[in-house]
């Protein structure tokens, strides 16, 4: 794999990344932050895939399937507390979630 | 008998206990005889123990009890030494307190604290008894603080009077600067001799320190300071006085019989290192000299009959000092012991008196006692007759008589100490008939309310017996030659020689005694039966009555100790209110509350602020690590 692709995927990694954490910080939406979050986590997935295939190493695929089965996890984890304050809150604005504040 | 040394400071210790702990159970008749019986039965074991004492003459009895602790080699132990000189304090001390007990029965009858009393003079003179019979100074120590503790819960023992509760703090205040330097001296004695064992220290001081090396002269004014502190001696007396605020019987007993002069038995215990340090052994009879004459000029002037006996008393003590001073040791312990007989017969009949006239302490208020109090007046007359130191019969000419002779003629007499005495003396008997003439003759001017019962009176012909037959176990030589005090005395206190040429002259100065002490008694009748118009014109006189406020307030240390101590003292700690030190640890306080302000206000709860708080921290540590 020639550098030069090296470069374009990992400019690519780093804006999928960028794009992620503005959604994350901008969203009110709690399901839109989880999608975001998704993103970011598959910006790295890719780095990872792009390092793997420089070095022609097997560890950037496993490192890939690890964040896709956290990935799977954290969904099902992060959709279950979505539920939970959809129902107590009657809403999905992450900001009215803010009753233990300091 | 030996064995029983330890029950004599027991006794009194088991009594108050038991009184501390059951007092308010126990019906009154059942704390009178436990507050009695227990320093009576010490009393008992004293004469007992003193009978056996004097027939066997052994040097010392000695009983170990226990080790207290061991530190370091430092292993003092509750022993208890009785030789000649602290068998007199500890007769003194039971026989006299005992009398004072039986007297308290019916002086405190009426008080709501009669259990709480009792516990603090049991308490009292348990601790007063292991200061004289230790044979370590850490446990004389002890006794030290235990009898200055009482003195503080006696003199406040009606608390709810705030002026009572300030004497009791001022008297406390003021002795222990007098102990802190008596404790600092026992660390010197500690850091030379490795040991507080009195014995040992006596023992081996002349081997260590030459006479008047350094060391000596400060350990002997730290004493000094300690003894001076207890005994109301310049310039810590200002207390005294004042502690008058307590009940009569504690007066007699705390702070005239026995408390007070501690301080003459710390000095005539340690007197190897007074012989070593001439300095300090000086000091001691200026000391006494000046005292004696200031306390004698400011009784002149009281009203209040206990304030009078209480400024003797300094005065009194003041001629023991002098005694010490010039090295007339057994003369000093025996002016002790008379004068414990005396001054506490005068408190006592003081206390009958305030009791009858329902505690009316002014003199100008009383007059005329003598026909409705005779026992009263016959003891209390017996009892100035001594203070004044009237001649032959009483007991205290011969104790006084004995100090002025060898402050004159000893070896290290010398003219002025003498004059001072004599000057004392005459003050003396004029202020003590001034006090008898007040109050028992002129016309009475209060009625008496109850006279006293038997249980007041028989302590007090006791103790009147005691003042006048006390002096013929010492007689001077040219007289009767009896030497029994100074003969018993002769194996603990070293003896004194009076100057061979004065010697034959010796009963000149006792006539000139005798003299000044009647022409005393005569000033007084003078100036309060005879011719009262001359005191009416004394009192016209502004320079005279300028000098009759200046004596009346003790010499205005009161006022003298106020602006030089407690007004800046006070002044300072005004200043300090904030308290300049606590305010770094109110700061660093200050600054956690601020960063705890400062970083709760972060979570507030929106979850993308702390996304943004993620962020910027992941953000820093890249750069700072890119960067470094």
Known sequence: MSTAYMEAALLLAGILFMLGLISVLIRRNIIFMLISVEIMLNAAGLAFIVAGTRWVQPDGQIMFIFILTMAAAEVSVGLALILQIYHQLKTLNSDAANVMKG | ?628
């Open chain 2, 1 to 628: 008998m030996e064995n029983l040394l330890w029950l004599i400071p027991a006794l009194p210790f088991l009594g108050a206990l038991l009184l501390i702990l059951f007092g308010n159970r126990l019906s009154r008749t059942l704390v009178g005889v436990l507050g009695v019986g227990s320093v009576g039965i010490a009393a008992l074991i004293t004469i007992l123990l003193g009978i056996e004492f004097l027939s066997e003459r052994p040097a010392f009895y000695h009983q170990e009890v226990w080790q207290w602790f061991l530190v370091a080699g430092f292993n003092p132990s509750i022993a208890f030494h009785l030789d000649a000189l602290s068998m007199v304090f500890v007769f003194v001390i039971t026989f006299v307190g005992f009398l004072i007990h039986i007297y308290s029965t019916a002086y405190m009858a009426e008080d709501a604290d009669f259990s709480r009393f009792f516990a603090c003079m049991n308490l009292f003179v348990g601790s007063m008894l292991m200061l004289v019979m230790a044979d370590n100074l850490l446990l004389l120590y002890l006794g030290w603080e235990g009898v200055g503790l009482c003195s503080y819960l006696l003199i406040g023992f009606w608390y709810k009077e705030p002026a009572n509760g300030y004497a009791a703090r001022k008297a406390f205040i003021i002795t222990r600067v007098g102990d802190t330097a008596m404790a600092i001296g026992l660390f010197m004695l500690f850091q030379a001799f490795g040991t507080l064992h009195i014995q040992t220290i006596l023992t081996e001081a002349p081997d260590t320190w030459a006479v008047g090396s350094q060391m000596a002269v400060i350990v002997a004014l730290l004493l000094l300071g300690g003894a001076v502190g207890k005994s109301g001696q310049l310039p810590l007396q200002t207390w005294l006085p004042d502690a008058m605020a307590g009940p009569t019987p504690v007066s007699a007993l705390i702070h005239a019989a026995t408390m007070v002069t501690a301080g003459v038995y710390l000095i005539a215990r340690m007197y190897v290192i007074f012989d070593l340090a001439p300095v300090a052994q000086l000091a001691v009879a200026v000391i006494g000299a000046v005292t004696l004459l200031i306390a004698g000029f400011s009784a002149l002037t009281q009203y209040d009959l206990k304030r009078v006996l209480a400024y003797s008393t300094i005065s009194q003590i003041g001629y023991m000092f002098l005694a010490l001073g010039v090295g007339a040791w057994s003369a000093g312990i025996f002016h002790f012991m008379i004068h414990a007989f005396f001054k506490a017969l005068l408190f006592l009949c003081a206390g009958a008196i305030i009791l009858a006239l329902h505690h009316e302490q002014d003199m100008r208020k009383m007059g005329g006692l003598r026909h409705s109090m005779p026992v009263v007046y016959w003891t209390f007359l017996i009892g100035a007759a001594s203070l004044a130191a009237l001649p032959i019969i009483t007991a205290g000419f011969y104790s006084k008589d004995q100090i002025l002779w060898y402050t004159l003629a000893g070896p290290v007499g010398s003219i002025w100490l003498y004059m001072a005495g004599l000057i004392g003396a005459f003050i003396t008997s004029i202020y003590t008939f001034r006090m008898v003439f007040m109050t028992f003759y002129g016309e009475s001017k209060t009625h008496v309310a109850h006279p006293p019962g038997k249980v007041i009176t028989i302590p007090l012909i006791i103790l009147a017996v005691l003042s006048l037959v006390g002096g013929f176990i010492e007689l001077p030589h040219n007289f009767a030659h009896v030497v029994l005090f100074s003969d018993l005395m002769a194996p603990v206190l070293p003896g004194i020689m009076a100057n061979e040429l004065m010697a034959a002259n010796e009963w000149v100065f006792q006539v000139l005694a005798a003299v000044v002490s009647l022409a005393g008694v005569y000033v007084a009748y003078l100036f309060y039966l005879k011719r009262p118009s001359l005191l009416q014109s004394l009192d016209r006189s502004d320079t005279a009555m300028a000098l009759h406020r200046f004596w009346h307030s003790g010499w205005g240390f009161d006022a003298l100790y106020d602006a030089l101590l407690v007004r800046p003292y006070v002044f300072l700690s005004n200043l300090n209110k904030r308290d300049i030190i606590d305010s770094f640890y109110t700061g660093l306080a200050r600054m956690a509350e601020g960063f705890h302000e400062m970083f709760s206000a972060t979570q507030n709860g929106v979850l993308r602020h702390y996304v943004l708080g993620v962020v910027v921290g992941a953000i820093m540590i890249l750069t700072i690590s890119l960067l470094l």
